[in-house]
């Protein structure tokens, strides 16, 4: 598979073309940005550690029958995927308050949720990716009602299985990004990353968190919960 030119580059990761139109390779790298991208940074080997988490989750999902864009990880910070037309929404759910649920709403962190919520923001930089519902979704043409729902049923679907692989982790699953895409076919396919970039994790006892949050919120510690929370994930994919 011939790596060709860069076809986009994002905040954590580049996208190159291939010989064959309808893949495409991912280079995941080391940059962080928070805060709308006001903050930037490193964090040392995170690249490598969200492509490898991604690729492993993502397989996982396959398995439990929602269609992704995995192909196959060509070398520790590179995956083939298939070329997909990024719808441009932002899909959250969420299983306990955190972050902008919190703010928004004026709630504290850590209250557990009777069942999990789904928001959609509209990917958009230079509007800031505005929240959004469905109707507004529809109406501004980024996805049709069919699409929609089957993506709130992936979504869920992805929520089922990421939370039962982290609880036997150790790991309580907060929230969560996703990024849908759609196939030359029209096919609706998992997209992106499942990375600590994307979820917010903390460790099932202590609530220590192994994510991002660290580097949003200046906590230190941050490279250390990365390598952490890709052992936790190691240990328990080779049991
Ligand atoms: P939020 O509480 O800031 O809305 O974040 C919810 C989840 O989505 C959290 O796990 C972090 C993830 N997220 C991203 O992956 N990218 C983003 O740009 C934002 C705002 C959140
Ligand atoms: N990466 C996003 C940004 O730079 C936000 C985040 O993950 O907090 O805005």
Known sequence: MQKLDQVYEGKAKKVFRTDDPELFIVDYKDDATALDGL?????????????QMTNRLMARMERAGIPTHFVR??????????????????????????????SRYGVEEGI???QPTIEFSYKNDDLHDPLLNSYHAIALKLATPAEIELIKRYAFAVNDVLKAFWAACGVTLVDFKLEFGKTADGTIVLADEISPDTCRLWDSETHEK???????????????????IMKRLLDHDAE
Not at 39 to 49: E, R
Not at 210 to 228: H, I, N, S
């Open 39 to 51: 903050k930037k940074g490193t964090i040392a080997g995170k690249g490598a550690i969200n492509n």
């Open 73 to 102: 990880e060509l070398s520790p910070r590179e995956t083939l995927v298939k070329r997909v037309e990024i719808v441009p929404l932002e899909v959250i759910v969420r299983n306990i308050s955190a972050g902008h649920f919190a």
């Open 112 to 114: 557990v949720f009777d």
């Open 210 to 228: 192994l994510d991002k949050d660290r580097f949003r919120r200046d906590m230190g510690g941050v490279e250390d919960a990365y390598t952490e």
